[in-house]
């Protein structure tokens, strides 16, 4: 049965729920170990469709990203992986691709080979020629060459001149080692974070016609009054029969004190059942079938 997203008059080959499920099962088949034994999960994911299957989700695939990108990141949470940045998934078309079929790339951005840094090297140390000292002056003796009549005087040593120690001579002063900033660690989820529409958005209840209803977090009403998000055109069906709640993380169908009540399964129900994929909620004589990622 083809299944048709909303907005569209096209039905698409292939299902987002589909699309969902290879995607979790790409995070399974390429967990990575780093060099610290941490398991690291892919955060940039690449879904190639054929032409045609891309065309027919066009004007659902900026939501379909953010679906799937919240899937998997609460996915990466619940196995206890590590991510190095936020989740990142993108389409693109690939002509190679037959109708139907979904291939999905992954990538670990920002991985790095080994976590240490690279020791700064230091510079060699210039060598500086220090001049020697000079030697003070000696006095050089007075030579009278005519004959005094009485002995020569010895004059008194010069004073020895003052040199001014050269600064560039000094010896190097030892600089601090360089400052290495050690690489980031990855990312560890950790928080649960609230139920959003994107992520609840993934589950839906269709007709048999392939009319596809998208629930959410909000509750979703069905019966026979206009007002009902979901109208049924059923005798047997009350005009507020039943709604469907997102309740701890899972969908419930709520039957309204309906007069025929409500059906999961064949079974009536009485006040909340909590559905699970595949589930037939009978209301009057239509049915929807539950479909959850």
Request: a negative charge; proline letters at 10%; charged letters at 20%.
């Amino acid at each position: 049965m083809a299944f048709r997203l909303p907005g569209r008059s096209n039905p698409s080959t292939i299902r987002p729920l589909e699309i969902g499920r290879r995607l979790l099962r790409a995070i399974d088949d390429n967990v990575d170990i780093d060099i610290k034994g941490r398991r690291v999960s892919p955060d940039t994911f690449t879904v190639s469709l054929s032409e045609t299957d891309r065309a027919a989700l066009a004007d659902d695939e900026n939501a379909l990203i953010e679906e799937l990108a919240a899937a998997a990141t609460s996915y990466i949470r619940d196995e206890g992986l590590n991510i190095l940045t936020a989740v990142n998934v993108r389409f693109t078309t690939d002509n190679a691709l037959d109708t139907g079929k979904v291939a999905i790339a992954t990538a670990i951005s920002g991985q790095q080979s080994d976590d240490a840094p690279q020791e700064a090297v230091a510079e060699p140390e210039q060598q500086v020629d220090v001049p020697a000292a000079q030697e003070p002056a000696q006095p050089q003796p007075v030579v009278d060459h005519d004959p005094p009549p009485v002995p020569p005087v010895e004059p008194a040593p010069a004073a020895a001149e003052h040199v001014e120690p050269d600064v560039s001579s000094a010896a190097p002063v030892d600089l601090p080692p360089p400052v290495v900033t050690p690489a980031p660690e990855p990312l560890t989820i950790s928080d649960a974070p609230e139920p959003t529409p994107a992520r609840a958005a993934l589950g839906a209840i269709v007709q048999r016609d392939g009319t596809r209803h998208p629930v959410g977090n909000t509750p979703l009403t069905m019966g026979r009054a206009t007002s009902n998000a979901v109208q049924i055109s059923d005798g047997q069906a009350s005009r507020q029969h039943a709604e469907i709640r997102y309740e701890n993380g899972r969908h419930h169908v709520v039957d309204l004190n309906s007069t025929n009540g409500t059906l999961v399964n064949d079974q009536r129900i009485t006040g909340s059942q909590q559905l699970n994929h595949g589930d037939i909620i009978t209301i009057g004589t239509t049915e929807f079938r539950y479909e959850s990622s």
